[in-house]
């Protein structure tokens, strides 16, 4: 069954540092999200991406975070200037058409020191 | 008011009992529904769809009513490989099909 990967699986920076995660989706998807969960909290929607541009953002998808497809398999969050609050578990999701549900990746550790 | 309301649990039940969780959602509009499980730590996976009819995959069995917006996930004979968290996931359709998540109802299934 094909699905989504996201490397590394664990990722730890420095406070001020950029940091890029990086994401696989489905090969024949065209919906692309970034999820994050705090840990013990929820799973919270930072954007979607569709037909190379972002189609929604969360306030949490502030100026310091930006997405990017650099080419046709790819998908990838950036962080420009990372602060401790954005230690977390960040998802990357895809979809097709339709009504179809979002498959996730097993997702990466982001740890800010 | 939520979004998506569950309750938090944990749901703690002995092998081979019957659990329900029940879900409400606030936004009338929303067009597809879904069970996830997410494990500790892991990403959430796909349980199953929620169709208006009910519909049923082995030991689990969805239940949609859109008039009270109201879902239900019935899981019988429960095994302890179903202990997790399980998301009841409403989309809200547009061009983003997002999914916004709730915090889950924590299952617990005791040997």
């Known amino acids: 069954e094909p699905e989504v990967t996201q490397t590394p699986s664990h990722q730890v920076t420095q406070m001020g540092q950029e940091v890029i995660l990086r994401c696989v989706p489905i090969?024949?998807?065209?919906?692309f999200y970034w999820y994050r969960q705090i840990l013990g909290q929820k799973v919270e929607f930072l954007v979607s991406?569709?037909?190379?541009?972002?189609?929604?953002k969360s306030e949490i998808f502030d100026d310091q975070f930006s997405v990017e497809r650099p080419d046709g398999s790819n998908f990838t969050l950036k962080i420009r200037s990372t602060k401790l609050e954005d230690s977390a578990m960040y998802f990357c999701?895809?979809?097709?058409?339709?009504?179809?549900?979002?498959?996730f990746g097993n997702g990466t550790r982001l740890t800010v020191t | 008011r939520k979004e998506v309301e569950q309750d938090p649990g944990p749901f703690n039940v002995p092998e081979g009992a019957t659990v329900a969780f029940n879900c409400t959602y606030s936004?009338?509009?929303?067009?597809?529904f879904f069970w996830y499980r997410q494990d500790c730590r892991k990403e959430p996976k796909l349980l199953m769809s929620?169709?208006?009819s009910g519909n049923e995959d082995g030991r689990f069995t969805a239940q949609l009513n859109r008039a009270s917006q109201y879902i239900s996930l019935l899981i019988r004979d429960s095994k302890l490989s179903d202990s997790a968290t399980y998301l009841c996931?409403?989309?809200?359709?547009?061009?983003?099909?997002?999914?916004?998540f709730g915090t889950g109802t924590l299952l617990a299934v005791q040997p």
């Open positions: 999701a895809s979809k097709g058409q339709g009504a179809s549900p979002l498959h």
């Open positions: 090969s024949n998807h065209l919906y």
């Open positions: 991406f569709y037909n190379n541009e972002i189609s929604e």
């Open positions: 936004n009338s509009a929303s067009q597809s």
């Open positions: 929620v169709y208006s």
């Open positions: 996931v409403p989309t809200y359709g547009g061009a983003t099909n997002k999914l916004i």
